[in-house]
């Protein structure tokens, strides 16, 4: 078979294969860069149908995943496919950096990405949610902005990209700071983009729609999939050493730092000890008021063990180590050791026998929350009642 027909007959393959997994050949467009740049590196033949298809989308994302896939690939044919649809974006008008004329001009860094590239978070809210930037120079001048809202349980809740100038990122930076008392803190910008790239694909698997324009957005800054990498904080903190004697019943600390005072676990986790508590409220029996205070002490230790074990326990362990990172950052060296210590014991799939004081003073605070809530509802429906 002939160099040609060997082409042909790998590139029908891919395209098959793209097809399977919803991409229309037909109808390729920008929405699908994303779609594209995933298949990348995994098969030879849909690493040629997605070289194919992206030169057939006149976007600057499609030309940097080619440049980028032009500049890495192993394969010569990967390689010669991602110059045939440069060439063609070329001849649309595109203006394509060629990956070997940088070269020859100045070496540049792995995935033509460097230090140029910030990272940005802010600490984790109550709900799990935090704001990630990245910001790149353009040679125009000024920074490309692509920030998104990122939640542990429901992925990317929005995404936007803005052209804009460092003192204005400054500026959006110290009105957050003042407005809701969290602070940017500088990450590193390949640990910014794992989150954002990840809370996408979560977004996208629960049938989230407001991100479709991410990829597009992303494309300026990693056309490609980010590979997995050790948090942060571990470069920051040893693991070895934070889980001293008495950090269990120490750990209740972190609840007076300002980034946790306003921290509520949320209503579907609290709902079933919520019920407990009321049905408790409601039992014939006669109890005092230690029985009482008792039987609510129980079914919050309940609640702290059965709602931060399994996949619950390994979303706050998360939540964990990046306020562990935040901590640090920003010069509280003993909180971030015991917020990892948290962490640790998380990820290793449940609290543990004994208490650990942050969790169960959090699941208390969450019971008295929603419990408060419950009270003043019923006593707002009773004042709406004209007595007779």
Known sequence: ??????????????????????????????????????????????????????????????????????????????????????????????????SEDAAVAKPRPALKLGPEIEGYISSVDGAGVRLVWLTRPQPEGGLQLLQGMVSDRVGLERASGALIKRKELRDRAQAIKESHGIQMIAAPWEYADQMLYESYEK????????????????????????????????????????????????????????????????????????????????????????????????????????????????VFARRMEDMAFYLIETGREEPAKLALAVALQLAEGEPGILDISFLTGLAQKSLAFYLSQAKEKAEEETSFIVKP
């Open 203 to 314: 977004a996208k698997s629960l049938g989230q729609g407001a991100t479709e324009h991410f990829f597009s957005l992303r494309a300026a800054f990693n056309p490609l999939k980010p590979k997995p990498a050790p948090h942060p904080i571990y470069s920051r903190l040893s693991a070895d050493g934070v889980r001293s004697e008495a950090w269990r019943e120490r750990s209740r600390r972190l609840l007076d730092e300002p980034e946790f005072r306003f921290w509520i676990l949320d209503d579907d986790w609290m709902k079933p000890y919520l019920e407990r508590v009321e049905q408790a409220r409601a039992s014939r029996l006669v109890l005092n008021e230690v029985q009482k205070e008792e039987r609510v002490s129980a079914i919050v230790r309940d609640a702290a063990r059965e709602i931060f074990a399994g996949e619950t326990g390994r």
């Open 1 to 98: 078979m002939s160099k040609k027909d060997a082409r042909q007959e790998a590139l029908k393959k891919g395209l098959e294969r793209l097809g399977e997994s919803g991409i229309d050949a037909e109808k390729v467009a920008a929405a699908d860069i994303g779609a594209l740049t995933g298949h990348l590196g995994k098969e030879h033949d849909t690493d040629l149908a997605a070289a194919f298809l992206l030169g057939r989308i006149a976007d600057p994302a499609a030309g940097a995943a080619l440049t980028e896939l032009e500049r890495t690939a192993a394969s010569k044919d990967i390689k010669r496919e991602a110059r045939r649809s440069l060439f063609k974006l070329a001849q649309r008008g595109m203006s394509i950096p060629r």
